[in-house]
């Protein structure tokens, strides 16, 4: 997922862009309005981390030109240091669709973010994750690829939702191991088993492989898949 920060103070660029980055987005950075305006019309983005106070256009106005001139409907969450009410609400009448006062949680920014992301995809009220033709229905804990029934133990099953909830985004295997054992962390080869059983239901000798491999690193969902020894 591409999101675009806009903003003029370098420091919390950076705490953004590395907290994104980290967490599996592609991101970049416009530091004033006129850059961040022309940034946002150059290419499609999944959404835009918007300052309201910036040089060379503000971020009230970037966010009306957007919606009313160029008629994108790119999630933006504002980012500002000013709480009143009418400021906020300045805020949505020009295009905003959530609103963040500094100093912020990181987390909270993630949080509202992937909200964010989801509302506009529809995913709100889906019970079903997908990538590429891969299907998992959270309602029956379900999987299917291209339409056949893939059956699965339970902790690949586990497993597959983890890396299926952030595609694109790299699992280390400290993190895959919390999440699906918890506390009881496995033996150090148990994650590689089951990313191994996991990877041969999922692909039959003629389709894709749909989870990759960084070694050294862990694992992550792609298209173009990858080695798991």
């Not at 906020?88 to 909200?115: I, M, N, Q, T, W």
């Not at 299926?164 to 280390?172: G, I, L, V, Y």
């Amino acid at each position: 997922m591409k999101v675009l920060i806009v903003e003029d103070d370098s420091a919390i660029a950076a705490n953004l862009y590395d907290y994104l980055e980290a967490g599996g987005y592609e991101v970049d950075v416009a530091a004033n309005g006129n850059a961040g305006l022309q940034m946002a019309l150059a290419d499609s983005w999944d959404a835009i981390l918007l300052d309201l106070s910036l040089p060379g256009m503000d971020g009230l106005t970037l966010c009306r030109r957007l919606r009313e001139e160029a008629a994108r409907d790119t999630p933006v969450l504002m980012l500002t240091a000013r709480d009143a009410l009418d400021d906020k609400l300045a805020g949505f009448v020009h295009g905003a669709d959530d609103y963040l006062v500094k100093p912020f949680s990181l987390k909270e920014v993630g949080a509202r973010l992937g909200a964010m992301i989801k509302r506009y995809r529809g995913q709100v009220a889906t019970m079903d994750l997908r990538f590429a033709d891969v299907r998992l229905d959270l309602s029956t804990m379900t999987v299917e690829r291209a339409g056949r029934p893939v059956k699965l133990p339970p902790k690949c099953l586990h497993l597959l939702r983890v890396l299926m909830q952030s595609p694109h985004r790299t699992f280390t295997r400290a993190e895959l191991e919390a999440e699906v054992w918890g506390e009881e962390l496995p033996d150090s080869d148990t994650l590689r088993t089951h990313v191994y059983t996991l990877r041969r239901a999922l692909s039959r000798p003629a389709e894709t492989d749909v989870i990759e491999t960084l070694h050294g690193v862990g694992y992550r969902l792609a298209t173009s898949g990858g080695d798991a020894k």
